[in-house]
């Protein structure tokens, strides 16, 4: 283990103790589920500077065989931990703009030593841009957390419960990808196929998450029908993506995981819709 990977694990490790003391501290469930939101949000914005735009790169010395999934877990790392966890705790105990300030002015001070330490390299992105998009990352957690002190309905329901369902669904979809090369994709948006196969990972997720979110929502069937749609959904979308040549799996297990994660998800999905339809618990006396 070297200083990349030491220092990519010590801010994941100070994120998730800072995550846990956040849930001791205030209403665990709008904790997580702000934490889970800024954590969807975070990685559609990722998806489309660094999967599509190549705004930077990371070097977190974990994943040795290929950079480009290295790259991207040191970006889950950012955008499913520290980013998120540092939102949520802004928010969740209501700090005013000199915390946010001075946390803007840390992530801006690590970046510029991640970049000096060479753990980390921009390509067209600026720190200053880091900064300025933070200020509003940070705002959207606040009124996030606000707005789930009571129960959610309509399209705010619809639109939060996929933004905390899709970051479940991406991540469990691409880390077998990252550690074990069950699968990859190759569509040709980009000559390099682990870079091509990041890519297609993130529209497949995105879309899958729509499923889910249909299927929990808007589809008024039975409940293991829509396990069974779900499921055949899922293999359906393998055998024609196979069929066209996109979609390479390695493994035997390949098929069967994916069905199995979403069927996970559909549950996970159910279970935060319910939660989103409920405000917080009442106060003990």
């Known amino acids: 283990m070297d200083l990349n990977s030491l220092c990519y694990l010590g801010l994941g490790i100070i994120s998730i103790i800072l995550l846990v003391y956040i849930c001791i ?3 665990v469930r709008q904790a997580l589920l702000t934490f889970m939101g800024m954590v969807g949000l975070g990685y559609i914005i990722e998806a489309v500077i660094y999967n599509f735009l190549s705004s930077y790169q990371y070097y977190p010395h974990i ?6 999934y290295d790259s991207a877990l040191g970006a889950i790392a ?10 949520t705790f802004l928010a969740a105990f209501r700090k005013n703009w000199l915390w946010a300030a001075f946390a803007i002015g840390l992530y801006a ?10 753990i980390y390299k921009h ?8 900064s300025i998009g ?3 990352y940070f705002l959207l957690a606040k ?18 419960l996929y933004l905390i369902i899709s970051p479940f669904s991406g991540s469990l979809q691409f880390i077998p990808i990252m550690l074990f090369s069950n699968r990859y994709y190759e569509l040709g948006l980009f000559t390099n196929q682990a870079k091509d196969t990041t890519a297609f990972s993130t529209i497949f997720y995105l879309c899958a998450s729509l499923v889910y979110v249909f299927m929990v929502k808007f589809l008024p069937l039975p409940q293991w029908v829509k396990y069974s749609v779900t499921g055949l959904c899922m293999y359906g979308a393998t055998q024609l993506l196979r069929h066209v040549g996109i979609l390479h799996s390695l493994v035997w297990w390949d098929t069967g995981y994916y069905i199995a994660l979403s069927l996970l998800s559909l549950l996970l999905t159910e279970y ?3 939660s989103l339809h409920k405000g917080p618990l009442p106060a003990k006396i």
């Open 143 to 160: 009124f996030l957390y606000h707005k789930l002190n009571r129960p959610l309905e309509g399209f705010f329901h619809t639109f939060c």
């Open 134 to 136: 933070l200020c509003f």
């Open 123 to 130: 390509y067209w992105w600026k720190t200053y841009y880091t």
């Open 78 to 87: 950012s955008n499913a931990l520290t980013l998120p966890v540092t939102a």
């Open 25 to 27: 501290k205030s209403d």
């Open 272 to 274: 935060i819709c319910k």
């Open 109 to 118: 001070g690590i970046e510029c030593l991640f970049l000096e330490l060479h």
């Open 63 to 68: 994943i040795k065989h290929e950079p480009i």
